[in-house]
């Protein structure tokens, strides 16, 4: 017996259609003013995506140690490298001394003055031109030390990320 209203719930169950006139009415036919504004916030969006890539900047950098042993300029030593080929004369330097923390004094910016390469140890001798009075871009001014070592950073190109994605598109 109960194997028989088993199978009468089931075959009821199966000829029972749920049907809501709102619920069709809000699946079948979105409203159009939703479909609107969500075409408005993804256009946004990404128009918001391409302004940051554009404003951003990613600069091509080479990171060296650095000893500064006059007061008026240092020399730096770097491998020949492709990247080494683009650096030119009056290219800005950042640097940050060892002995006196970044956060603290802040960053010393210099000018290439001269470079030369040098074929048989396949190396650049930079010389750099210090600011006068070691005056830092906090306005600090650092104490010359002989042999005063730190990390030298020499900016190659400050390309936005846009442009860096469309020079890949483009090669």
């Known amino acids: 017996m109960a194997n028989q209203t088993d199978k009468y719930e089931k075959e009821n169950f199966a000829d029972v259609e749920i049907y809501n006139n709102e619920v069709d009415t809000i699946l079948n036919d979105p409203p159009v003013w939703m479909v609107r504004v969500g075409s408005y916030m993804i256009y946004g969006l990404v128009l918001i995506i391409i302004a940051i890539a554009a404003i951003v900047k990613y600069p091509d950098t080479i990171t060296t140690e650095i000893v500064i042993n006059s007061a008026d300029t ?3 030593k770097i491998p020949y490298s492709n990247a080494a080929k683009q650096i030119n004369l009056n290219t800005s330097v950042s640097i940050e001394l060892n002995n006196y923390p970044a956060k603290d004094f802040g960053v010393l910016y210099a000018k290439i003055k ?3 390469y040098y074929a048989n140890t396949q190396e650049y001798l930079l010389t750099v031109l210090l600011p006068k009075n070691f005056k830092s871009n906090t306005g600090k001014t650092i104490k ?8 030298a950073t020499i900016v190659l190109n400050n390309k936005s990320l846009l442009q860096r994605v469309f020079e ?3 090669k």
């Open 114 to 116: 001269q470079f030369e």
């Open 168 to 170: 890949a598109l483009l």
């Open 144 to 151: 010359h030390v002989e042999n005063n070592k730190g990390k």
């Open 74 to 76: 240092a020399n730096i």
